[in-house]
């Protein structure tokens, strides 16, 4: 079975500082996607970005990037220059490419605080 | 664009009432799915459709839930005899095509009394 752990509960930073959200992950396929979301008290899960395991590149998004390690099955996120709109859980999920569950499975989630 | 729409946003029902629950996804995406997401969880996966029809209902955790949609687009998640354990924010999310970036709907929030 493919789980997803997330193991800090809750972080909390200053506005500016840079954080880095963990998550590590379980699969038997070599080929998948990884993705982190952000929901806010709005509940709304926003996309933040996506990983293709088969890219040995790191995704970037802004401030936003990753650091994939798929030897050790581990996919963290690092926020550079923290804002107060950062403020949310942040959500590891992941979905093989080919066969197995269709659907997202994900973390329990980091809820990460920033403080001005 | 417009994104995902759910509605209601918020319901209250009775144990043992029927619910239906409605998504409305992103235009031209053929994947829908729905999940669950209880109290301090990440969401866990319910079902996923292709199209019209329910391509993976592996996540129902029993008989009292039930998905439809019948025209590839809007889709409608019911729950039968609702118990107080089926309160929890439901989730509805749609992608362009299988296993591609999934967006999400804001999601409805059951409180079974």
């Known amino acids: 079975a493919q789980t997803v752990t997330q193991s800090q509960p809750e972080m909390s930073v200053q506005e500016a500082e840079t954080v880095t959200l963990s998550c590590t992950y379980d699969t038997s396929e070599s080929n998948y996607y990884l993705f982190w979301y952000k929901q806010p008290p709005s509940r709304q899960m926003i996309l933040v970005i996506r990983?293709?395991?088969?890219?040995?590149q790191n995704a970037t998004e802004n401030r936003f990037s990753v650091n994939f390690q798929k030897a050790a099955k581990s996919f963290s996120l690092k926020i550079s220059d923290s804002q107060l709109g950062d403020t949310a859980m942040y959500f590891c999920?992941?979905?093989?490419?080919?066969?197995?569950?269709?659907?997202?499975?994900f973390g329990k989630g980091t809820h990460l605080i920033i403080q001005p | 664009g417009a994104g995902v729409s759910q509605t209601p946003s918020n319901k209250v029902t009775e144990k043992g009432k029927y619910v239906e629950l409605r998504c409305d996804p992103i235009s031209g995406h053929t994947a829908l799915y729905w999940y669950r997401q209880s109290l301090g969880q990440g969401p866990e996966f319910l079902i996923y459709f292709q199209g019209t029809g329910a391509a993976d209902d592996s996540g129902l955790p029993n008989d009292r839930f039930f998905a439809v949609r019948p025209e590839g687009s809007v889709s409608t998640l019911k729950i039968q005899r609702t118990e107080r354990g089926d309160s929890a924010v439901y989730l509805c999310?749609?992608?362009?095509?299988?296993?591609?970036?999934?967006?999400f709907g804001p999601g409805t929030r059951l409180l079974v009394l």
């Open positions: 990983q293709e395991a088969y890219k040995q």
């Open positions: 999310a749609s992608s362009l095509e299988s296993r591609e970036t999934q967006y």
């Open positions: 999920a992941f979905v093989n490419s080919g066969g197995g569950a269709d659907g997202l499975t």
